[in-house]
């Protein structure tokens, strides 16, 4: 993917240009994909880190720090989640917070210094439109597979005629939409991230360290935000898709409920009928 080229007096900043190779006719932009694999490797190491301090057996079989953190933030996450939505399968807390940290990663790849008028050697790959729509597409067509395993295919697709058959083709288009709106979200405020850092760059050296350093905070908590409105819409999608599953499953609990103490008053009952019985023929 290209972009605008950011022009000043005697100087030239290029913005959306990749490192690309062609092979059989496909173009790969090399420096997202290398950003992405440095990014998915920290992510998997911080991730063997955090389970290695997990294990360790200590001798007074006090918790590590690293496990304290962790199973607070966790918790947390999955408190939140069970009370605004629900219970939801175990399986997308662990994805929620997993895409959180690696796009967190990938936005603040966006903040390592570069050389002025060059492009950048890490460059934050959620600047190309190409790695936000791959991760989207993770997240819907996950929401999908979930939503007709939760509810099966004819209750997941029922839910596009509610609450009127008419509204087909717009429940339809809303849900193609989704994964579009996800994508360019992330994408946009990262890529105009870019732009504005382009910009600072073309000022003259001695005045760029406090516009530069403002930005770069500001930058830091776009970045921070956009990670975590990502893996909320992700949780949220899953909630929209298990959507009247739970209350199904307490009603049919409340009825099993309802009969086994139906059942019970009824033994009861009949246990004191049989007991009356040989007084009254006494």
Not at 64 to 70: A, C, G, P, S, Y
Not at 95 to 109: E, G, K, R
Request: hydrophobic letters at 50%; one cysteine or more.
């Amino acid at each position: 993917m290209t972009g605008p080229v950011v022009m000043a007096e005697g100087s030239s900043i290029e913005i959306g240009q990749h490192v690309q190779r062609t092979v059989n006719g496909w173009t790969f932009n090399m420096d997202t994909i290398w950003a992405t694999l440095i990014a998915g490797a920290i992510v998997i190491g911080l991730g063997f880190w955090a389970r290695s301090n997990l294990t360790k057996d200590a001798p007074d079989h006090v918790p590590t720090k690293i496990q304290l953190v962790w199973e607070a933030v966790v918790n947390q996450v999955n408190t939140q989640v069970e009370q605004s939505l629900g219970r939801l399968h175990p399986y997308v807390v662990p994805l929620a917070v997993s895409l959180f940290f690696f796009i967190l990663i990938c936005n603040w790849f966006e903040l390592i210094p570069s050389e002025p008028g060059h492009t950048h050697l890490l460059p934050a790959p959620t600047a190309d439109v190409n790695l936000t729509y791959a991760l989207a597409a993770l997240v819907i067509v996950s929401v999908w597979v979930y939503g007709i395993r939760t509810k099966g295919a004819r209750g997941f697709f029922k839910h596009f005629l509610e609450p009127f058959a008419w509204l087909l083709p717009l429940n339809l288009i809303e849900e193609l939409i989704k994964p579009v709106t996800l994508a360019l979200r992330l994408f946009g405020n990262i890529f105009a991230g870019g732009i504005m850092l382009a910009l600072i760059g073309l000022i003259p050296l001695y005045a760029t360290w406090l516009p530069g350093i403002i930005w770069k905070l500001f930058d830091m908590f776009i970045g921070g935000i956009q990670a975590f409105i990502f893996a909320l819409l992700t949780v949220l999608y899953f909630g929209m898709a298990a959507a009247g599953h739970d209350e199904h499953a307490e009603q049919a609990e409340g009825h099993d409920v309802l009969d086994e103490t139906s059942t019970t008053a009824t033994g009861a009952d009949a246990e004191k009928d049989e007991s009356k019985e040989p007084a009254l023929a006494h």
